[in-house]
């Protein structure tokens, strides 16, 4: 993050996106990223993760009392995964025919998403 008296300016810049990625395409692939969770999650014990999606917003309660959160943000074209049980959210760009992490981390959604499952459920979910 570059601070020089000017702000924030990798959120600023990175908030002018791709224009060619429209907000239909957006809504495409938010729409097709959800469906592909609720699948996966699909045959898992509500017991031990509960699905439950409502205007776009996929909240995922696991047996510990723990949230877990995806939500769309049109307005910057990104998918944004909460995660309270770790303290943290990651924001995910639509790149290369995939969800990866605005910080260049190399985070993608779907392994991201497996991997925090796994550790708080001790269940292997591919999505």
Excluded at 27 to 41: G, I, N, P, S, T
Excluded at 65 to 92: C, E, N
Aim: negative net charge; glycine residues 8%.
């Amino acid at each position: 993050m570059a601070i020089d008296g000017r702000g924030d300016l990798d959120h600023i810049e990175r908030m002018a996106f791709d224009s060619s990625f429209t907000e239909a395409e957006f809504r495409k692939q938010q729409h097709a990223a959800v469906a592909r969770m609720e699948k996966a999650l699909d045959s898992v014990d509500p017991d031990v993760i509960e699905v439950e999606q409502s205007s776009g917003v996929l909240t995922l309660k696991l047996a510990r009392g723990a949230k877990i959160i995806l939500s769309a943000q049109p307005s910057v074209r990104q998918l944004w995964l909460a995660m309270a049980v770790l303290g943290t959210a990651i924001h995910f760009d639509w790149q290369n025919g995939q969800w990866v992490d605005d910080k260049g981390q190399g985070k993608e959604l779907f392994s991201t998403l497996s991997q925090v499952l796994r550790e708080q459920t001790g269940l292997e979910i591919s999505l």
